[in-house]
């Protein structure tokens, strides 16, 4: 019987994975995508190589890339973007590593009409231990400037926004991102010639512009030492050599591993998680391990699947209800001079206004650009599309990332019209966009005009809005935490409210959308709490945040430990 | 749901036209579709009445990358490409043109008309698609796809959309570096 078993190795089962190993319990880390081991050989700079959504590396489905991907029920128009594989979501992330709005969680002093009434179960200040430690870990870094950020921090500063300086979110202001990527040094960001850009050379963020497609920047650097901190670049090579660097115990990888059920037993007249079964991607095969603890950390569309598929109990409904998105649009401007939207980091810069949600400065690619343009209902095609991207390096664009509400119409569930696939009934995610809250209604309209006057401010001679139709970047709260026992599955620990030793470590454990900041960091914070509250209530573990140093996923220890585990 | 639309297709009468279609036919379909998107000088934007001097959708490859894109996305009898091509001829109306497929004869505006009566579509899978069609389309005439030799992992010639876009092409690094925003390399505790 292992200790615990984390299903799924994305942005936050690759967290509780590490942080249990280096304190030596034995963890099963189960994948259902691929490992991609080589990811200079297996990734390309290509966007249809990557991310065509059928036949892209980065697809959900399986890492072979053959047969078509994993099904999912999508009943209205929008567009889904999640990666199967060790890595997650985080492969083609951005990095951008915001924290929460303070007036989301349960502690918040000030006003509290502007927010969600679905607030976390605990306090911010509760919360800013757990950040401080993942921001060491990964580590988050204040983002470096490119012709884009200069344009956007012109604007900002044109429309009166102030400078925000420090990591937490107390008014309206704008920054460059808090990143998880490594700043440049040496010759990074500074040529395109190759040779000068091979490790040691340049370190860290090259500049190169391919943050959706994976990071292997610098040409022959360490696996842990890749300029995007994806969690393929930092906990999970952690997690595999904790016997190396730490004195703990290397997790169990095992990929192409479909987790299909969880499985409980009665302890004390209640029902406690008891083990999973997996099937084999690859063959078909199916295998059952026990453990003491079993973490779901698959994603906020698979992990209520795999709940409702298991048959765990659900007695409020609540479980897959609740999914908030950001609801993102995306403004355009073309501008008269150089902004190298193509080039950089994806995302550098953003805004934040709390009550309403944030935004952010998006650079992309030409065709991911282009499919951003041609979506939505007012999206562009014909000769206007080609004008827009006549130029691609003279466009500025902007994502609107709202505070929306949770509703409970807002949702995952099994689908009854697909047939179902190997791993059981699909998820069906259903967004009926036209019944948000006037709440959220109000916001997504203030954060479009906010940075529609930013882009006219930065110089942009024509500004247009896609009106973007739900494209489901960032999801959360699908099973999520909150004060009411009425309308959430967790409690504050992250346990499932009626099923003892079953958490949940993925986006879909945020109780809201965290006011409108991307999720990853909280999610990784989280996580970690999440981690040591396994450690303390089932292995007699004292808590470790807050009274230890962290080590850096960047620590020569690691680089050795990597490097002579050949990660 | 993307597995019913050959369902949907057969109660409306369309996937016996599609059983019929040949390759050209669907050819033809998408290669209007993708003129739509990103127009050229090539006769299925004539055809449209929207055309432009430069390279379009239809030079850079598009239609046989949407093709080859729906095909894998789900594994379908008639190949996927052909149920949606059916969708579109069925939707259109008749117009006089050179193409077997009524789709690719339309004017501009009455594509536009075909693809909002599938976003608008009470069938939830005809919706999905409809709405994601464009977005597909213009991703695949801006992509390297169809300039990609996949066997040999490299480039066959500069693809279209590079050109249009006036894209550098791949690189692992930029000079762009502007160094930092008040040259604060570090946020405050």
């Known amino acids: ?567 | 749901m993307l597995a019913q639309l050959p369902d949907l297709a057969r109660l409306e009468g369309w996937l016996d036209d599609a059983h019929a279609a040949t390759p050209t036919d669907v050819q033809q379909t998408f290669e209007g579709l993708v003129a739509y998107v990103v127009p050229g000088p090539d006769r299925y934007s004539r055809q449209q009445g929207q055309r432009s001097r430069t390279p379009g959708g239809v030079a850079a490859g598009g239609a046989d990358v949407l093709i080859r894109t729906l095909d894998a996305f789900i594994a379908s009898r008639p190949p996927f490409s052909v149920t949606v091509a059916a969708f579109l001829n069925g939707l259109s109306p008749q117009r006089r043109g050179p193409f077997r497929s009524r789709f690719a004869n339309l004017s501009v505006r009455q594509k536009r008309a075909v693809l909002d009566a599938l976003v608008n579509s009470s069938e939830e899978g005809i919706r999905f698609l409809g709405g994601n069609l464009p977005g597909l389309a213009a991703f695949a005439c801006y992509s390297e796809a169809n300039a990609f030799d996949r066997r040999r992992r490299r480039l066959r010639r500069r693809p279209v959309g590079w050109r249009l876009s006036r894209y550098d092409g791949l690189a692992e690094g930029r000079a762009d570096l502007k160094g930092y925003f008040r040259g604060r390399r570090k946020a405050d505790a």
């Open chain 1, 1 to 567: 019987m292992r200790d615990v078993i984390v299903v799924g190795a994305g942005g936050g089962g690759a967290v509780v994975a590490k942080e249990l190993a280096e304190r030596g319990l034995d963890v099963l880390l189960l994948e259902a995508g691929t490992r991609f081991p080589r990811p200079e050989r297996e990734w390309s700079h290509l966007e249809n190589e990557a991310a065509n959504p059928a036949t892209g590396s980065f697809r959900f489905g399986r890492g072979s890339r053959a047969g078509p991907p994993w099904q999912r029920d999508l009943p209205q128009y929008s567009y889904i973007w999640q990666t199967a594989g060790c890595g997650g979501s985080t492969l083609h992330y951005f990095g951008n590593s915001p924290r929460a709005m303070p007036g989301v969680f349960s502690d918040y002093a000030g006003d509290r009409t502007p927010y969600d009434a679905h607030r976390f179960p605990f306090g911010y200040r509760e919360l800013v231990p757990y950040y401080e430690w993942v921001e060491h870990v990964l580590p988050v870094q204040t983002a470096a400037m490119g012709s884009k950020e200069q344009h956007f921090f012109r604007g900002a500063q044109r429309i009166g926004l102030a400078h925000q300086t420090a990591k937490d979110i107390t008014r309206d202001a704008f920054r460059p991102q808090e990143n998880a990527i490594l700043q440049p040094r040496g010759a990074a960001g500074r040529t395109n010639v190759r040779r000068r850009l091979v490790y040691p050379k340049a370190q860290g963020c090259t500049f190169c512009g391919y943050c959706p497609l994976g990071c292997v920047e610098p040409p022959g650097s360490p696996r842990n030492l890749r300029a995007k901190r994806s969690v393929d670049a930092s906990y999970l090579p952690m997690a595999l050599t904790a016997n190396r660097w730490a004195r703990g115990r290397a997790v169990t990888l095992v990929t192409d591993a479909f987790v299909t059920r969880i499985h409980t037993r009665e302890e004390g007249g209640r029902p406690r998680a008891s083990g999973v079964s997996w099937r084999v991607t690859r063959t078909g095969a199916t295998a059952t391990e026990e453990a003491q603890v079993v973490v779901l950390a698959a994603g906020s569309v698979e992990t209520p699947r795999l709940w409702l598929n298991s048959g765990l109990p659900n007695p409020n409904d609540w479980v897959g209800r609740g999914l908030t998105d950001h609801w993102h649009d995306v403004v355009v401007g073309r501008m008269r001079s150089y902004t190298g939207t193509s080039k950089g980091p994806s995302s550098a810069a953003r805004a934040d206004f709390p009550g309403y949600g944030s935004f952010e400065q998006v650079g992309l690619p030409p065709a991911l650009l282009a499919q951003t343009l041609a979506s939505g209902s007012t999206g562009m095609v014909g000769t206007r599309l080609k004008s827009y991207l006549s130029d691609i390096d003279r466009l500025l664009a902007v994502a609107v990332l709202t505070d929306d509400d949770v509703q409970p119409d807002y949702r995952v569930r099994l689908s009854q019209t697909v047939t179902p696939d190997p791993h059981g009934a699909v998820a069906r995610i259903e967004l009926p966009y036209r019944n948000r809250t006037p709440r959220t209604v109000r916001n997504r309209e203030f954060l479009v005009r906010k940075a529609m006057e930013l882009l006219r401010a930065a110089g942009a001679r024509d500004v247009v809005r896609l009106n973007w139709a739900p494209v489901l970047l960032h999801i959360h709260s699908t099973t999520r935490m909150g004060e009411s026992e009425s309308d959430s599955v967790l409690d504050a620990n992250a346990e499932a409210r009626w099923v003892k030793r079953l958490f949940v470590a993925d986006n879909s454990a945020l109780a809201n959308s965290l006011g409108g900041p991307n999720p990853t960091l909280t999610t990784q914070a989280l996580a970690t709490r999440t981690a040591e509250r396994i450690a303390a209530l089932y292995f007699g573990i004292a808590p470790w945040v807050g009274r230890e140093t962290p080590v850096s996923s960047v620590d020569p220890a690691v680089t050795r430990a990597v490097r002579d585990a050949r990660i």
